[in-house]
């Protein structure tokens, strides 16, 4: 972690619909871990409104999770590309964003995950990118495939990507997933469904694009992330 801040700033509140309950009926693990007391609303601080800095130089860039070694992974291979702005749509240059995924066959590389699906051994599922001056990112991988997570009977969840970024100040911390265009699970997923808001879901769904998309090599996806303000994505409770 570095010593260096970023310059204070002061954060607009979620804008209604746009976050999901703490407890959501449909979402069975948030009953076990949701705040049991009611918000207290404080005054921001320096606390909440700065943060540290994160360099390439600390935490080397991961921006190819589709090979390991020099050996490729199984799958579909993609480029997810988009760019990290503020509520005011400036970019957020430097932020780290930090990436987690299933395999192909919809397994995570945790010992954790028993799921009935093979492991490949050419496929970590984590990465690390940072925005540049512009707040474009850009990193390779291979599509993740759905499984089964028994929140309730015959509970798959879809095809997702997993973020967390650091962006200006704690305040703005977001951890949030990114879904795909057409998935029929999405209609099904309790996660997807928490977030009241129409709009708000959709900003969870990439899509598709041809300009990213490397002819005869990888299809591309568009994703952007909104660090806090109306437009923000969605906060992953």
């Known amino acids: 972690m570095s010593d260096s801040f970023e310059s204070a700033a002061t954060f607009p509140p979620f804008a209604p619909g746009t976050q999901p309950d703490n407890d959501w009926a449909a979402y069975g693990s948030t009953h076990r871990r949701h705040p049991q007391q009611p918000a207290l609303r404080i005054p921001q601080t320096v606390t909440e409104t700065t943060g540290p800095r994160f360099t390439s130089a600390q935490l080397p860039a991961i921006i190819d999770l589709a090979t390991e070694g020099g050996r490729e992974a199984m799958g579909e291979r993609i480029i997810v590309r988009g760019r990290v702005t503020d509520e ?21 590389n945790h010992a954790r995950d028993q799921h009935d699906a093979p492991l490949d051994p050419n496929f970590k ?12 990112y850009q990193f390779t991988t291979v599509k993740p495939g759905a499984y089964p997570w028994r929140n309730h009977f015959n509970a798959w969840r879809p095809n997702h990507i997993h ?14 997933q ?19 808001d129409e709009a708000a879901r959709q900003r969870l769904v990439a899509q598709f694009d041809i300009e990213i998309t490397k002819p005869e ?13 109306r437009a923000r994505t969605f906060f992953e409770e």
Do not use: K
């Open 178 to 196: 990114m879904y795909f265009p057409g998935d029929p699970l999405l209609a099904l997923d309790p996660i997807f469904r928490s977030v009241p």
């Open 125 to 136: 599922g984590e990465g690390r990118v940072f925005s540049d001056a512009e707040g474009w």
């Open 217 to 229: 090599w990888a299809l591309g996806y568009r994703f952007d992330f909104v660090l806090r303000g």
């Open 88 to 108: 005011a749509g400036a970019p957020v240059p430097h932020a780290m964003i930090e990436i987690w995924q299933a395999n192909a066959a919809g397994r995570y």
């Open 163 to 176: 973020f967390s970024l650091f962006g200006a100040g704690f305040a703005s911390r977001l951890i949030t």
